[in-house]
């Protein structure tokens, strides 16, 4: 079998990936995830990512209101790491991309060969309208286009140090970058749609997937083939990392019995915002993720595929994950994230063929 990367998707908003007033309750800090990713790197986690969330969902759990930002985040975890690869997320209608290539530029003169950048278009219209940045719901047409010049005028200035780019959303006159990154930055996205994937198979270096279901770990499938057939025709070899929750316990009667109480707890009202926020997106596909946010399936964690059993089951369904043509790493997600990263390195790592050798 063979192996595959496996990262951590730390929780820079409260409550992690639970919407829900019966999981686990705490808010972000940068001692709680800087303690999860040096227990991540102390057990051979090959990656972090932070997402960017500007507003959250409200309700009871008052879920994703309490966030912090994500480069300053990566970039005081980058000087208390030494090893593990750490991504930061740009809302690319926040940050202009000259500015985020010298941040990155920046934070890998911390962590040199560390740093990549996750590209987020934006799906959650209210995040950018609180602040006078929504462009419109048209925006929702275009934005693979925009992000598609965001990355272009990044990777001049990485690799020439200068940008003369002249696009229909961004204009560079003479902009300058020094110094650059001295092994590259990593560009990485979340593309679910057909044009998401195209952009990914063009400009990223890895593409998350997300994965689905309910303990069916190789359901995602097609979204990797989807993926491998669009690299194919560029001609550039973009890995699929797929996004799961593991809610593990020492048996599988345990482990269902702590997401039976994490869904007894879902939270309603948080949980209608986050439908009718995403339903705004009337272009998206059947694949992207503003279509599978609204699936009532799961909807307590954000409907991402979920595996729940003990240690061996979820061991063995993370192998299956990794027997999926296309897969290069697994992101996971945890109810209680220094308990799950804790018990994923001592008694589910040890047990999976797809890590021997990584570790």
């Not at 309750?25 to 990656?47: C, H, T």
């Not at 990549?116 to 419109?136: K, R």
Request: glycine letters at 10%; proline letters at 4%.
């Amino acid at each position: 079998m063979s192996t595959v990367d496996i990262g951590v998707f730390i929780p820079i908003g409260n409550n992690g990936w639970l919407i829900s007033t019966t999981s686990p309750q705490y808010m972000p800090s940068f001692e709680l995830n800087k303690q999860i990713v040096q227990k991540a790197e102390a057990y051979g986690f090959d990656f972090a990512l932070s997402m960017i969330k500007l507003r959250g969902f409200g309700g009871k759990s008052e879920f994703w209101d309490h966030n912090l930002e994500s480069f300053t985040l990566m970039s005081a975890l980058a000087a208390v790491t030494s090893k593990i690869k750490l991504f930061a997320s740009s809302a690319i209608l926040t940050l202009p991309p000259a500015i985020v290539a010298r941040m990155a530029t920046t934070i890998d003169s911390v962590a040199p060969g560390r740093f990549g950048v996750n590209i987020v278009t934006g799906w959650q219209s209210a995040e950018y309208s609180q602040m006078g940045l929504w462009p419109g719901d048209e925006y929702f047409g275009y934005r693979y286009d925009y992000a598609t010049e965001y990355v272009q005028v990044m990777k001049e200035l990485w690799k020439d140090g200068v940008s003369n780019f002249k696009g229909k959303h961004f204009q560079m006159e003479d902009c300058k970058l020094s110094p650059r990154p001295k092994d590259g930055v990593k560009i990485v996205a979340a593309g679910q749609s057909g044009r998401g994937i195209e952009f990914a198979s063009q400009y990223a270096d890895f593409n998350f997937a997300l994965g689905t279901g309910i303990n069916t770990p190789t359901a995602y499938g097609e979204a990797t083939s989807r993926l491998v057939e669009a690299s194919a025709k560029t001609g550039r070899d973009v890995g699929s990392y797929v996004l799961f929750m593991v809610i593990a316990g020492e048996t599988d009667e345990a482990a269902q019995a702590k997401w039976k109480l994490y869904n007894d707890g879902a939270d309603a009202e948080a949980l209608a915002w986050m439908k009718s926020q995403s339903s705004k997106d009337t272009k998206a596909d059947a694949h992207s993720t503003a279509k599978s946010l609204g699936l009532p399936e799961g909807a307590v964690n954000l409907n991402m595929g979920t595996l729940i059993g003990s240690y061996e089951s979820i061991a063995s369904m993370l192998d299956e994950v990794a027997s999926v043509p296309g897969t290069k790493g697994i992101m996971l997600t945890f109810d209680d994230f220094l308990e799950g990263v804790e018990k994923f390195g001592q008694k589910i790592q040890p047990l999976m063929k797809s890590r021997q050798g990584k570790v």
